[in-house]
Structures are given as C-alpha cells and as structure tokens.
C-alpha cells in the first residue's frame, strides 16, 4: 500500500449522499431511484389513510348521534340520500333501503321469514364493498415493507460486486480505494430500510384501525339489523307495509 497514492484518490470521493448516488452506476442509482419513490408513496399513502379514517370516525359519530337520538328512521334515510358519502352511512343506507323494498314487494307470511336475512345480507356486503374502498393501496404498503430491504440488498451486493471488479483493476487495496465504493453500495440497503420500516409501521397501525372500524361497522349493523327485526314483526302485525 501507498500512501502517497492513496491520499489524491481519496480526495477525488465526494462522500455525501449526493456524491454516492452520483458514483454508483446505473443499476445501482435505479434500484435507489425505485426506492425513494417507493417510500415517497408509502408517505402519501398513510397521511391519505389517516385522514380517510379520521374523517370516517368523525362522520361514523355523527351517524350514530343522529340514530340513536330517538328520531324517525325514515327521516334519516331521506337526509343521507340515495349515495351515502361515509361507510357507516353506506351501511345504514343499504339496510334501510331493502328493508322498505320487502315491505313493498312481499306478502305478510313472507315478509317476517326473508327481510331480516335480505337486510343483513346487505348490509354485510356494503361493509365487505366499503372497507375494500378503505383499505385500497394497503397492499403496496405490505409489499414495500417486505421487498424494500431485499430490493436494496441487491443493490448493495451490485455495487460491491463493481467496486472489487474495480479495486482489482487498479491493484490498489487501500482504505481509500475500498471504502467510497463499499459505502456507495451500503447506500442502497439504507434507502431500503428508509422505505421499508416506515412502511411496515404504517401498515401494522392502519390495519389495526381499520379492523376497529370494520368491527365497528359490524357491530352497528347487528344492532340496526335488530331493531328492524322488531319493526318488521309489529309491522307484519299491523300491515306489511307501514312505514317506520
């Protein structure tokens, strides 16, 4: 080793981030490429997650107040409209509008047999078709935290790969001619790591929310289910097709 020599090729490393992105070559830079973009998504997806979810629950509250307030349910079905803007709307939507169906369409014998199970069954597949709406792009989120490392992996074993094809043409294995391409390898695991572990937590916590919510959703739906169960008897009483 000498150390004469070695001293100019150090200075000629610029060893900040910029500089080892700007040496590593061109599998290397997309790899890193890839992943910044990566993890600049996963960001965009959980501030646009959080906010759906926050405004869910604050909507779901709302709903709820309203429901259980002791108001006429016919009434609130009017204000919510025919497409509900919030999940837990959609649900007491798609409840209440094939309930007044069955009063509309079915005989008394038939109309205490088939509305509970019609009415469940709907509403279980707008809280199935909602929290697929809610939980689109999740996926990316579980691939990125999973693949990340292993993607910035491969880029770190590329470089390395180039920088001892490197060190072996120069015949020079000095610190100063290892360590700039070592550590513009080492670069791409970090990135990787930078998108991955956010993207980990962020769908660790989402999903943790969102089955709260579902379960949330479920329990409502149980709930409205049985207080339509009662209006249908007394209404099949009555007459089957008496408005709430």
Do not use: C
């Amino acid at each position: 080793m000498n150390p004469v020599t070695s001293a100019p090729l150090a200075a000629t490393h610029d060893m900040s981030l910029l500089g080892l992105f700007m040496m590593a070559d061109w599998v290397v830079k997309s790899v890193m490429l890839a992943l910044i973009f990566a993890s600049i998504f996963v960001w965009a997806i959980v501030f646009e997650k959080t906010q759906a979810l926050r405004r869910a629950r604050r909507e779901a509250d709302a709903l709820e107040d309203q429901f259980w307030s002791g108001g006429s349910l016919d009434e609130l079905f009017r204000k919510q409209g025919e497409t509900p803007q919030h999940p837990l709307a959609a649900v007491f939507v798609s409840g209440m509008r094939e309930w007044r169906r069955s009063m509309e369409s079915t005989s008394a014998a038939q109309f205490v047999a088939g509305t509970k199970e019609r009415v469940e069954r709907a509403m279980a597949v707008t809280i199935q078709r909602e929290m697929e709406r809610l939980e689109k792009r999740m996926t990316f989120l579980a691939n990125t935290g999973s693949a990340a490392p292993f993607i910035g992996l491969f880029g770190t074993v590329w470089g390395i790969m180039n920088s001892f094809t490197a060190i072996a043409g120069m015949q020079n294995t000095s610190l100063a001619v290892v360590a700039p391409g070592i550590a513009e390898a080492l670069f791409a695991t970090a990135i990787g790591l930078v998108a991955a572990i956010p993207a980990v937590l962020a769908y660790n916590m989402l999903g943790s929310q969102l089955a709260k919510f579902a379960s949330r959703m479920e329990g409502f739906a149980a709930e409205f289910s049985a207080i339509l169960s009662r209006q249908t008897e007394q209404a099949s009483i009555r007459h089957p097709t008496e408005a709430l």
